[in-house]
Structure formats: structure tokens, C-alpha cells
């Protein structure tokens, strides 16, 4: 199975342990500009610009543009987002959506898109975008809903909801902040490198498997603890 992820930072994040959690069943590749959001990605196909890190497992593999990596293999899936501070304001969606959704049905007729949902910040995050959602995680994460909703919708995409994975994850006493447990993000938006990564990925497996379940995994990243890794399987 062929996957590509036009994304970010957070797609970054979301790919990091795939190949692993599907014991290399799978071949991913994220296409990687940190920040980079739906108008960033359209200028780009406009203007052929090679400005992606072609990753495999959140690493280099080397420099390329949308317009290459789409013609590169045979995809199966290909992935869109919007840029995580944006991804709750539904006025910031159109006309790139449109543009770059068809551009992708041109270039890769077979490929099945799907939107993937992003996350909210974390409660005590200082990143600037925070202020868009009156620095609440909780309205962060109902306006990502509602605005992903209606996209979905409108292009039939499919959804992988990693939005709720992180927010059913905020309710474990691990990753409780107002109880003393430990963020699952590492700087206030992005995912801690272990387990908020390796939650990512299952939500991932999950959908690409098929399954409807990350229960089957096995894999889990080094120095976790398994009874946690248990926890976020099954989420």
C-alpha cells in the first residue's frame, strides 16, 4: 500500500512510527515544510517549487515539489490537511482545497484522498496561532471538527481523526496536565516524540489497515512503557 501525505510538521509527526506500527507494510512518505498550509501548497504546484523534504519516517530522503512526488509512484492514498492554527477557521479552506483536490484527481486518477484531522494545542501552549481559539484546547478542538466536517463533506473525503485520538489521550491520568500528568505534546503543539507520535500512527493503522483497530499492534517505541502503549491502542 502506497501513501503520501501532502502536509506539515504534524503529518510529519503522524508518519513518524507507520512503518513500523504496519511492520512495514506499508510505504509512506510525507511531504514535509513546517507550517505549510493549504495557499502555500496551491502556489507551490503553481510554480513547480522542489520546497518539500521527501521523508520517510520523519527523515530527509531529499528535496522535492508536490507536482514530482504525485507522479513518483502508483499512490493508494494521498492525504491533505490544512496548517494547524488555520485547521478550526473554515474561511481559510477555499479555493485552495478545491484547487489542490483536483489537482491531485488529474495527476493521480486512482489514488483515494482523505482528509487527515489534525489536533488541538495543548491547555498551557504559547504558540501565536493559539489566540484564533481564545487559547482553549477544548473550542480549538470543536472548531476543527466543524470545519473539517463540512470539507469532508462537501469532496466526500474520508476522515482520519487524530484530532479526537489526542483529546481521548488528554483524559488519561499520563497525559492529564490539570493533574499533574505529562503533555502529549512536546513544545504545546506539536506531539511528544514517543507516545504522542507512536497515538498518531495507530490512529493512522487504523484507517489504512482497514481494521477499524490498532489493537493488533505489536511494535511500540523505545523506552515506553507498554501498559501506556496498551492504553493508546486502545483508543
Known sequence: MNILCIGN??????????????????????????????????????EANAYYEYQKNASLRRMISINEALKLKKWDYVTVQQVYHLSGMIETYEPYMEFLINY?????????IV???????????????????????KYMYQRICEAT??????????????ATAVEEARKLPEFDVSRGGVSINRDGFHLSLDY????????????????????????????????????????
Open 9 to 46: 510538521s504534524f503529518s510529519q509527526d503522524a508518519t513518524r512510527y507507520l512503518h513500523q506500527i504496519s511492520n512495514e507494510e506499508f510505504y509512506v512518505r510525507n511531504l514535509y515544510i513546517g507550517g505549510c498550509s493549504l495557499e502555500t501548497h496551491v502556489n507551490n504546484i503553481k
Open 196 to 235: 504522542g507520535r507512536y497515538l498518531a500512527g495507530l490512529t493512522m493503522y487504523k484507517y489504512f489497515s482497514g481494521k477499524g483497530t490498532a489493537k493488533d499492534v505489536t511494535f511500540e517505541p523505545e523506552n515506553t512503557d507498554p501498559a501506556i502503549c496498551e492504553k493508546l491502542r486502545q483508543i
Open 149 to 162: 466536517d463540512i470539507i469532508a463533506k462537501k469532496y466526500g473525503l474520508d476522515i482520519i481523526d487524530n
Open 104 to 112: 491531485i484527481k488529474e495527476s493521480c486518477p486512482g489514488a483515494k
Open 115 to 137: 482528509f487527515h484531522r489534525t489536533w488541538a494545542y495543548d491547555p498551557m501552549s504559547d504558540h501565536g496561532g493559539f489566540v484564533n481559539y481564545n487559547r482553549d484546547t
